[in-house]
């Protein structure tokens, strides 16, 4: 299944408390589970103003549904190509 990063404009995403982060990804698995085994959230990295999501999907469309009914941005969604890593080095 493809793989996509999802950059999100989340301002102060870094100075939320773990009580505000488990919220949302509790609002995100129960809008993961309504949209079906298609979709699914891998990671995220979270920095001062914004948030780094990585996913796999069919589609972007499916990521842009997921954004809106959990009610976070999607401001860029890029389709992985390729992972490289230091053994590419080799």
């Given at each position: 299944?493809?793989?996509?990063?999802?950059?999100?404009?989340?301002?102060?995403?870094?100075?939320?408390?773990?009580?505000?982060?488990?919220?949302?990804?509790?609002?995100?698995?129960?809008?993961?589970?309504?949209?079906?085994?298609?979709?699914q959230w891998l990671h995220s990295y979270?920095?001062?103003?914004?948030?780094?999501?990585?996913?796999?999907?069919?589609?972007?469309?499916?990521?842009?549904?997921?954004?809106?009914?959990?009610?976070?941005?999607?401001?860029?969604?890029?389709?992985?190509?390729?992972l490289i890593d230091p053994a590419t080095a080799e």
């Amino acid at each position: 299944m493809p793989k996509f990063v999802i950059e999100r404009e989340v301002p102060g995403a870094g100075n939320l408390s773990d009580a505000e982060l488990r919220e949302l990804s509790q609002k995100s698995i129960t809008v993961l589970r309504a949209l079906g085994p298609e979709i699914q959230w891998l990671h995220s990295y979270v920095t001062g103003d914004k948030v780094y999501c990585v996913y796999l999907a069919p589609d972007e469309a499916i990521i842009r549904d997921h954004a809106r009914r959990v009610g976070l941005p999607a401001n860029r969604v890029s389709a992985v190509r390729r992972l490289i890593d230091p053994a590419t080095a080799e």
